[in-house]
């Protein structure tokens, strides 16, 4: 059973740019979480969404983020005209629908770099 | 509000001491509470998770952890640490919703 998949796992844009970050969650998982981790500090939550539905998106940025978790396909965290203090680990999360199961599986990180 | 305080933001032990790393938290109810470990460059692995039942949880690698109401802590601990454990380790509350985590404690192991 393959774990959550990111991609890329490293990206580079400059000022102005988009970026969009990849999410496969694990097999069998229908929750997708995005967190963002800036150097030396922890991560910190930022939206939550299963199939088609945002859930909670009270940690995203107002302005130039939005992700989606379509039907088909992996989950997408859409950044538009970066910036530098958007350079950061993206990290992505899933967990099953299961009673009593929360627990947060985490993927390798999208490392942003904005030039 | 919910919060995740881990005090210590850097410790260093010898190989095959024994190691306590502290989180304390702040929830209106018992939370969940989770303990991730993080290598430089890398994502998160999970180590041990609470939601209920035993207080003494046991994880992958030897540690184990500690739920403790009355002092708002879940405390990890290992008994004698390797060179391979030197990383980043977080302590997270939370549910189906957030993960809210801590600052993270970064484990150095002296030869």
């Known amino acids: 059973n393959a774990g959550v998949m990111q991609n890329p796992r490293h990206l580079v844009r400059r000022r102005g740019q988009e970026a969009r970050l990849r999410c496969s969650p694990m097999?069998?998982?229908?929750?997708v979480y995005w967190y963002r981790q800036l150097p030396e500090e922890g991560l910190k939550f930022m939206v939550y969404l299963q199939k088609e539905n945002i859930i909670d998106e009270s940690g995203m940025p107002k302005e130039r983020f939005s992700a989606e978790f379509p039907k088909e396909g992996p989950s997408i965290l859409r950044i538009q005209q970066v910036v530098r203090g958007d350079s950061a680990a993206y990290f992505c999360a899933s967990s099953p629908l299961l009673a009593g199961e929360d627990t947060q599986y985490f993927g390798p990180g999208t490392r942003l770099t904005v030039l | 509000a919910q919060s995740v305080t881990q005090p210590d933001i850097h410790i260093t032990v010898s190989e095959g001491a024994s190691l306590e790393l502290r989180c304390n938290y702040s929830y209106g109810a018992t939370p969940y509470l989770f303990w991730y470990v993080q290598s430089p460059g890398q994502g998160l692995q999970l180590l041990l998770k609470?939601?209920?039942?035993?207080?003494l949880v046991q994880g992958i690698k030897g540690f184990e952890a500690e739920f403790k109401r009355s002092q708002s802590s879940f405390n990890l601990r290992k008994p004698s640490v390797h060179w391979s454990d030197a990383a980043e380790y977080f302590c997270a509350g939370g549910g189906r919703r957030a993960l809210t985590f801590g600052s993270g404690t970064r484990l150095q192991v002296q030869p």
């Open positions: 097999k069998g998982h229908s929750h």
């Open positions: 609470y939601f209920s039942g035993d207080t």
